[in-house]
């Protein structure tokens, strides 16, 4: 394991696009979590995010692990061009020439997805509890450390989407190409969904395993939990009600889907002519 672990930590060393992407990410999502605190004065209006609720404990691990979520694509692209500067660099076929199996290739990718997630996860929780301690109304533990499933939900939902891009990676062996069949997925997710939901609602309980979806699920949208917003709505629509619990059938869809995915990306490797 810790040899996988080397031959990845040197090629990622290496890899001057990845590094790029992935000091991006982590500016980015600091940035999002600075922007928040920022106060606006322009005349009459003095504004700041950080005031309406959205850092108070436990609610803080619900609505960042949902908006930071969004920016996992950049490092969905240094995984696809790992990949595929895998066989452009021919690094791969240079691994199993030296020794390496391919089961022991795949495995060392999936350490790869697997250290990104929680690296990504850890960054959460960590500006999430500074942010919490800084701004929320409460500060009693029991409260400050409920709620902690999203963070959970978060590395298992980043653990099947990047698993996901390795596949692709691996499949497609070109990351442009890659990120469009990731972009044909959600597009044909979202047809399926709009048609069963419209026209075919008798199969409605199927569109919680499509993969995209499935991921989707693991973190519902937290805008309409805060108390302003779902008073606003429940006035609307008195019936209004949701369920934003992180749910363990959700959490075991992602998860076979993990293991799909990488499954799958040894099948494809193996019966692939290098």
């Not at 999002?32 to 803080?60: C, E, H, M, T, V």
């Not at 070109?174 to 939901?197: D, K, M, N, P, Q």
């Given at each position: 394991m810790k040899r996988l672990f080397l031959i990845e930590f040197h090629k990622l060393k290496h890899n001057k696009s990845a590094k790029i992407l992935s000091i991006l990410y982590f500016v980015l999502f600091s940035a999002i979590a600075l922007f928040a605190s920022i106060r606006f004065n322009f005349g009459a209006i003095d504004f700041r995010f950080a005031d309406q609720g959205i850092f108070n404990f436990p609610y803080i691990w619900?609505?960042?692990t949902y908006v930071v979520a969004f920016l996992k694509i950049f490092l969905a692209i240094v995984i696809v061009s790992m990949m595929s500067s895998e066989y452009t660099n021919r690094t791969l076929k240079q691994n199993l020439i030296d020794g390496l199996s391919k089961k022991e290739f795949i495995l060392s990718k999936f350490l790869n997805v697997l250290l990104y997630a929680a690296a990504s996860t850890v960054l959460v929780f960590v500006v999430s509890l500074v942010l919490g301690l800084i701004f929320s109304d409460f500060d009693e533990a029991s409260i400050i450390f409920s709620d902690l499933e999203y963070v959970f939900a978060y590395f298992v939902k980043l653990l099947g989407f990047f698993s996901l891009?390795?596949?692709?990676?691996?499949?497609?062996?070109?990351?442009?190409?890659?990120?469009?069949?990731l972009f044909l997925i959600w597009v044909i997710e979202g047809i399926i969904y709009l048609v069963i939901t419209f026209q075919l609602k008798v199969l409605k309980p199927l569109i919680q395993f499509m993969p995209l979806e499935s991921m989707s699920n693991l973190i519902k949208e937290p805008v309409t939990r805060l108390n302003i917003v779902k008073s606003t709505a429940q006035s609307v629509n008195p019936e209004f009600v949701k369920n934003y619990d992180v749910s363990l059938l959700s959490i075991i869809i992602v998860l076979v889907w993990t293991f799909i995915f990488v499954y799958g990306s040894l099948l494809v490797l193996k019966k692939r002519d290098l």
């Amino acid at each position: 394991m810790k040899r996988l672990f080397l031959i990845e930590f040197h090629k990622l060393k290496h890899n001057k696009s990845a590094k790029i992407l992935s000091i991006l990410y982590f500016v980015l999502f600091s940035a999002i979590a600075l922007f928040a605190s920022i106060r606006f004065n322009f005349g009459a209006i003095d504004f700041r995010f950080a005031d309406q609720g959205i850092f108070n404990f436990p609610y803080i691990w619900h609505f960042n692990t949902y908006v930071v979520a969004f920016l996992k694509i950049f490092l969905a692209i240094v995984i696809v061009s790992m990949m595929s500067s895998e066989y452009t660099n021919r690094t791969l076929k240079q691994n199993l020439i030296d020794g390496l199996s391919k089961k022991e290739f795949i495995l060392s990718k999936f350490l790869n997805v697997l250290l990104y997630a929680a690296a990504s996860t850890v960054l959460v929780f960590v500006v999430s509890l500074v942010l919490g301690l800084i701004f929320s109304d409460f500060d009693e533990a029991s409260i400050i450390f409920s709620d902690l499933e999203y963070v959970f939900a978060y590395f298992v939902k980043l653990l099947g989407f990047f698993s996901l891009c390795m596949f692709l990676g691996i499949f497609v062996k070109r990351s442009a190409f890659a990120l469009g069949f990731l972009f044909l997925i959600w597009v044909i997710e979202g047809i399926i969904y709009l048609v069963i939901t419209f026209q075919l609602k008798v199969l409605k309980p199927l569109i919680q395993f499509m993969p995209l979806e499935s991921m989707s699920n693991l973190i519902k949208e937290p805008v309409t939990r805060l108390n302003i917003v779902k008073s606003t709505a429940q006035s609307v629509n008195p019936e209004f009600v949701k369920n934003y619990d992180v749910s363990l059938l959700s959490i075991i869809i992602v998860l076979v889907w993990t293991f799909i995915f990488v499954y799958g990306s040894l099948l494809v490797l193996k019966k692939r002519d290098l």
